[in-house]
């Protein structure tokens, strides 16, 4: 894959990841916002939270793998806590042996 195709797959990535994060947040405030007034506390809205929680973390995972970076590396504790938080729900599991900030690419 030339470098321009690469930039333009990358930035549609991001393009895609952020749409998506917007909605995901907005829901995640409207179930708070629920779970605050008690009148809808039960099997409904944790399985709304929980799938909300599922989305964003898969987001998040989907933005570092595959969305454009803003800069040459990235934390190595905020991709633990991304890999943690994809797979808490996944059957997929994912042995980080990366002991410094990886670069972005």
Known sequence: MSDTHHTIA????????HDLISPLGA??????LLSMSGSTA?????????????????IKFFRIAFG?????????REVQNIIADYTKTS????NWLISEDPPRN
């Open 10 to 17: 990358a930035l549609l990535g991001s393009r895609i990841c």
């Open 27 to 32: 829901i995640g405030n409207g179930v708070e």
């Open 42 to 58: 039960g099997p409904e809205l944790s399985l709304i939270t929980e799938s909300v929680d599922n989305a964003n973390a898969r």
């Open 68 to 76: 454009a970076g803003t800069s040459t590396q990235i934390a190595n």
């Open 91 to 94: 059957r997929v599991q994912i």
